[in-house]
């Protein structure tokens, strides 16, 4: 599987986004799909987690409550929608598949979208 972040920009706190992690090369029905971040001098961190074949999902502490994570009806685009963002929410955003949301490793990284946020 091929995977394709898009939707980072600038903003400012209290503002959203919404990220898109479009699939290509194989149906995302049987993966789990993560985003991942990564903030400047930092390790990446887990940020949330859906089950695309049931839509359960799952987040960090960090972001539960103002972060979520979606796929249409199993098309394959996964989406996160970040609302109330805050400085520390910036970083590069990364999607990545896996056959479930834990106990397995991400692999199939997209080369990144950045997020900034100001204020």
Known sequence: VR???SGGASVKSG?????????????????????FRQAPGKEREA??????????????ETVKGRFTTS?????????LQMNNLKPEDTGTYYCAAA?????????????????????
């Open 3 to 5: 995977l394709e972040e």
């Open 47 to 60: 940020v949330s987690c859906i089950m695309i074949s049931d839509g359960s999902t799952l987040y960090d």
């Open 99 to 119: 056959p479930r949301c834990s106990g397995s490793p991400f692999h199939s990284y997209g080369p990144g979208t950045r997020v900034t946020v100001s204020g």
């Open 71 to 79: 796929n249409d009806n199993g098309e394959d685009v996964v989406y």
């Open 15 to 35: 503002e959203s986004l919404r990220l898109s992690c479009v699939a290509s090369g194989v149906s995302l029905y049987y993966f789990a799909i993560a985003w």
